[in-house]
């Protein structure tokens, strides 16, 4: 790894497996609900659906909905055909991301457009959207479907501001943060929120569920984009330094080029426009973000929501429901080391 990075507080490296375990039971409604509803008698749909749905992804989003909804002590089913219908959610997004940046692996597998090509691709993630909206409607709150299918628009939304910002290196930290704001936070953001509306709460904790999801949102792709430059293909689970083959400009771009002399905000005009994009250019990339801080202060930032994300939970809950969602954000934060 490129950079230093302060140890997270833990003597133990955080995990995901106090909420697997919390919400263990649960989950294995949730998967069930998820092979069922990904059938089709179109065999490519199941086909492909699976490659993803099956390629070793801790399914983060649904399990947040599930430990929520412990923590407010719920005791009813409705969570778990939601659960599904926010993984279905992601997973659909995840299809359309990899056709858009023409990705070649996702979690170390190749990926489904490179499997089966672009058209396939995006048709089955329209296929699992509507499988969601399906779930959203059978559970008959339209309080749920507001809430999910906002997130829904607003995640569409972030792609497309993220796209139509791509290869300009004068994007500023606040277009950075709108954009993973809408793209990544929302779906954390509802997730979470959503229990508190089927546990019949009030607006407050509504209101703070939401704030955990979306902070720890926001946490994790402040991690995510830290760690394209400061890891490798194998760790991530994806071809390293692909945002920045793609021109995508991130916060440790952003930060890199405001702190950079003149000669180095050339070299970052030309590789986010697309003219410097060897492994060459991309170790001298990561030589300028190691000598600006910038993967540092980037990942200093990702601590500063994670403690937000915490901070919300108070006076919610307790036990260890709560110990598990606070341990999830450290985990996500973790990830960087």
């Given at each position: 790894m490129s950079a230093t990075i302060t140890?997270?507080?833990?003597?133990?490296?955080?995990?995901?497996?106090?909420?697997?375990?919390?919400?263990?039971?649960?989950?294995h409604q949730v998967n069930g609900v998820i092979l069922a509803r990904m059938q089709s008698d179109v065999p490519l749909i199941p086909e492909l659906a699976g490659h993803l749905i099956a390629g070793g992804g801790k399914r983060m989003r649904p399990m947040?909905?599930?430990?929520?909804?412990?923590?407010?002590?719920?005791?009813?089913?409705r969570h778990h055909k939601l659960a599904a219908s926010v993984e279905f959610i992601h997973t659909a997004t995840l299809l359309h991301d990899d056709v858009v940046d023409g990705s070649g692996l996702r979690r170390g597998r190749r990926t489904a457009n490179i499997i089966w090509g672009n058209p396939a691709s995006v048709l089955v993630g329209d296929f699992l959207f509507s499988r969601a909206f399906e779930l959203m409607v059978e559970d008959g709150s339209l309080r749920v479907l507001r809430i999910l299918s906002g997130a829904s628009a607003v995640i569409a939304e972030g792609e497309v501001n993220q796209l139509s910002a791509q290869r300009r290196i004068e994007t500023g930290e606040a277009r950075y943060l709108d954009i993973i704001g809408a793209k990544t936070a929302a779906l954390f953001a509802a997730a979470c929120r959503i229990a508190a509306v089927v546990a019949e709460r009030d607006e407050a904790v509504e209101q703070a569920l939401d704030a955990y999801g979306r902070n720890l949102g926001i946490a994790f792709q402040l991690v995510d984009d830290a760690i394209d430059y400061a890891s490798d293909g194998a760790t991530m689970g994806k071809d390293a330094g692909d945002d920045f083959r793609d021109g995508k400009v991130t916060l440790p771009v952003i930060l890199a080029y405001a702190r950079g002399n003149e000669e180095d905000r050339r070299f970052w005009r030309d590789a986010i426009e697309g003219r410097r994009t060897s492994d060459e250019d991309l170790a001298l990339a990561n030589r300028l973000l190691r000598e600006t801080g910038a993967i540092d202060d980037t990942l200093a930032r990702a601590r500063h929501y994670g403690q937000l994300a915490i901070d919300s939970l108070s006076g919610i809950g307790g036990g260890t429901a709560r110990a598990a969602l606070i341990e999830a954000v450290e985990f996500a934060i973790a990830r960087a080391y």
């Open positions: 140890p997270i507080r833990r003597a133990k490296a955080p995990s995901l497996d106090p909420m697997m375990a919390l919400v263990a039971a649960d989950m947040l909905t599930l430990a929520c909804a412990r923590l407010l002590d719920y005791q009813g089913t």
